[in-house]
């Protein structure tokens, strides 16, 4: 007879790759959106890197800022990706458990929507200084996957 071991959890970190590049769009959906409403022909396709730039003080200062701090945002999160990444990757290649990874990957979506959430709406010096927390934290979360996955590997040696 053999015992009952209770199931192995989905493994849901390479997923959560996925979710943090869709977490990353959101900001420039936005930024898209709100510029495109506000551009009045300004803005153009050809060099869309541009269109911050060429927007101000075309625009109401406190549109140009939305638009920065939403292109800001997004570009943070595609920046913060490949890390993340590769973190997801090393620790299943490492064999950490996966309800561990799966805590990991969660953390860090939500901390980088927190992360978001506070770039964007950001008014005061002081949000701005919580935003800085909240990426250190998000940060924090691959860098410890990362060092478990090579502690991991150096086990083996």
Same mark, same amino acid.
Request: charge should be positive; charged fraction near 20%.
């Given at each position: 007879m053999s015992a009952i071991l209770p199931p192995t959890p989905t493994n849901y970190s390479v997923h959560s790759i996925v979710a943090a590049y869709g977490i990353g769009l959101i900001p420039h959906g936005y930024y898209f959106v709100k510029m495109m409403a506000n551009a009045k022909g300004l803005a153009t396709n050809i060099v869309p890197r541009e269109n911050l730039t060429t927007l101000k003080g075309k625009v109401s200062d406190r549109v140009w800022m939305q638009l920065a701090k939403a292109h800001g945002a997004h570009l943070n999160a595609m920046e913060n990706l490949p890390l993340f990444a590769i973190a997801m990757l $090393?620790?299943?290649? #490492?064999?950490?458990?996966?309800? &561990? /990874?799966?805590?990991?990957?969660?953390?860090?979506?939500?901390?980088?929507?927190l992360y978001m959430a506070a770039y964007m709406g950001a008014r005061s010096e002081a949000i701005s200084y919580v935003r800085t927390g909240l990426w250190a934290w998000s940060v924090s979360i691959?860098?410890? $996957?990362?060092?478990? #996955?090579?502690?991991?590997?150096? &086990? /083996?040696d």
């Open positions: $090393a620790g299943n290649v #490492a064999k950490i458990p996966t309800s &561990e /990874l799966n805590v990991l990957s969660l953390e860090y979506l939500g901390a980088r929507l691959p860098i410890m $996957a990362l060092v478990k #996955a090579g502690k991991t590997f150096n &086990e /083996l």
